[in-house]
């Protein structure tokens, strides 16, 4: 028995618009007991302000209505599931985004690979936009999304709070490179080895 799990919810990729507009349903194992359902709110509003070039109001009220949506994707209902958005957590958090932020200026190769994995994961819609290169400086603007995310994964492994994480997709490339100890200023967090899930 899992005491508890993490889905990783990513509102504004395609697959998600496709679970929320075709019916699809999120999976997860029946032997998970307790489940927190983590959203990246404010870090969404300004991806779809920069993708769909609407105004901030907007996009915040696309984002809410998705998240209230999220609760009716699950096959089976949780008698213990938590709402948590990132914008609320507490300081906590603190010194995994210090600690990210600090290797991505400091660290080239963790630089690059934090860029070429935005670029990977906001397929196809960047090359809509005409952003045809991990290199274009527009990325940056996406950067910080993805380092919370970072940071996210290392508060999990550091402290063991969930024994499971789940995502519409595999775990990304920079994760399991963080994992291997590739960058070894982040490894210092990897105290627990928690694997991850793609549902859908």
Avoid: W
């Amino acid at each position: 028995m899992i005491t508890k799990a993490v889905v990783l919810v990513s509102l504004n990729s395609t697959r998600m618009d496709q679970l929320l507009a075709l019916g699809g349903r999120i999976v997860v194992d029946s032997d998970v007991a307790a489940m927190d359902v983590l959203v990246f709110d404010v870090h969404e509003v300004i991806n779809g302000v920069f993708f769909r070039a609407s105004k901030a109001d907007t996009e915040y009220g696309v984002v809410e209505s998705k998240i209230e949506m999220v609760n009716d994707l699950f096959v089976r209902p949780f008698s213990d599931r938590s709402l948590v958005r990132f914008s609320e957590l507490d300081a906590s958090m603190a010194p995994y985004l210090g600690n990210v932020y600090s290797e991505y200026y400091r660290d080239a190769s963790f630089r690059r690979h934090c860029k070429s994995q935005v670029f990977r994961n906001l397929q196809p819609k960047l090359r809509e936009l005409g952003i045809l290169k991990h290199t274009s400086r527009l990325i940056e603007v996406l950067v910080p999304f993805l380092l919370a995310e970072i940071a996210y994964y290392l508060f999990v492994f550091d402290t063991g709070v969930y024994e499971q994480t789940y995502g519409l997709e595999p775990e990304m490339g920079i994760i399991t490179d963080i994992k291997a100890r590739k960058y070894p200023a982040l490894s210092g967090y990897l105290k627990h080895d928690v694997p991850h899930v793609k549902y859908g």
